[in-house]
């Protein structure tokens, strides 16, 4: 009995075979390493770093209806206390610091007023929830203005927690011509 052992004819066919065998191993192999890593418990992931509970984040924020003013007539500065961060603050306190040249004559919240000094206003808030705000305005007008004048009012916010805010605004007066 004859055994005939078929063998590529041409050096192209000998290495097309070698190629498909070499495929073949690389295959098996890559088969067997995804196999085995799949098997392989892993480590797992670390827990997430607890979540610290936002403290009471007062703001504050000074304005007016622009940055103009006449001697003589009247003006409005509006102050925004506002929480905001995700607790309660307490204790919360403003400073309302405006320009000697500047005589207020209606405030609202004057009941909240605890302390008065030369063109200082302290008010006492108290607590303020997430979110929440309160407006505090003072009207009057400016005197003895002697020529035009860059003026500056400003507020302070704190509270029993978190620290203070401070915002300044400055308000371009003109002197009255009329006056003199």
Known sequence: MTTTINQPRSLSQRTARSTLALVSVLALSAIGAGTASAQTPST?????APVAATAADVSVEIDDRDDEA???EDHRYRVVVRNDGSTVASGVGVRISLPEEFDPDDMSDESRIVERGDERYDY???????????TLTIEGEFEDIDSD???DASAEVWNSASGSDEDTLEVRVE???NRR
């Not at 797992?44 to 997430?48: G, H, K, L, N």
């Open 44 to 48: 797992p992931p670390a827990p997430a």
């Open 70 to 72: 006449k001697e003589g």
């Open 124 to 134: 006492a808030v108290g607590e303020l929830a997430p979110g929440q705000e309160v």
């Open 175 to 177: 002197e009255d011509d």
């Open 149 to 151: 004048e860059d003026l």
